[in-house]
């Protein structure tokens, strides 16, 4: 059997679809969240792609493969300035898009709780993260995973950091 092409490259504003696709992909835990954002199956790219693709293009990758676009990297430099800018540019026009859901929160769909977030957006950054200010975002649906490309992306992300002069990165991860 034939090893897998894959190639990284810069995203374009042309791969939003793909890497909306990805996010909600990947948007259980890691595993397939289609069926729990039937409403709005962009909600997830809205909160966790949209804005780095839109304020760090350059930052920002996709992986590729045969088939189309199966993973990408995307980092913010200045995770101070990328979250002010977050909740100045990006998060309004989510809000006019989507109102804040009503009601008792235990019976929201999933995708209500995201909407709720662009309202009430639940942004980690403590202080002690100052020393390392640029953060990034990394997801692989399953057929590029476990043959290395995480690790590649990773690194030609981190590659791209330190060529900015970025003084350290954080990574924030999901408990499964």
Not at 13 to 23: E, G, L, T, W
Not at 31 to 54: I, R
Request: aromatic share 10%.
């Amino acid at each position: 059997m034939p090893t897998p092409f894959f190639r990284l490259r810069q995203a374009t504003p042309s791969d939003r679809d793909a890497a909306y696709a990805v996010c909600l992909q990947t948007g259980d835990s890691g595993k397939d969240g289609t069926a729990l954002h039937p409403e709005d199956p962009d909600a997830l790219g809205n909160l966790y792609v949209g804005p780095y693709l839109v304020f760090e293009p350059d930052l920002s990758f996709v992986l590729e493969d045969a088939q189309g676009v199966c993973g990408y990297v995307l980092a913010a430099f200045d995770s101070a300035a990328f979250y002010r800018r977050y909740r100045e540019e990006w998060l309004p026009a989510m809000r006019v898009r989507h109102p804040d859901p009503t009601g008792d929160p235990s019976r929201w769909t999933p995708t209500q709780h995201l909407h709720h977030e662009f309202h009430r957006p639940q942004i980690h950054f403590p202080d002690s993260f100052h020393a390392y200010p640029s953060h990034l975002h990394i997801d692989l649906i399953a057929r590029a995973q476990g043959q290395g490309q995480g690790r590649t992306m990773m690194e030609h992300q981190l590659a791209a950091l330190r060529a900015k002069r970025s003084p350290g990165v954080h990574l924030g991860l999901s408990a499964v």
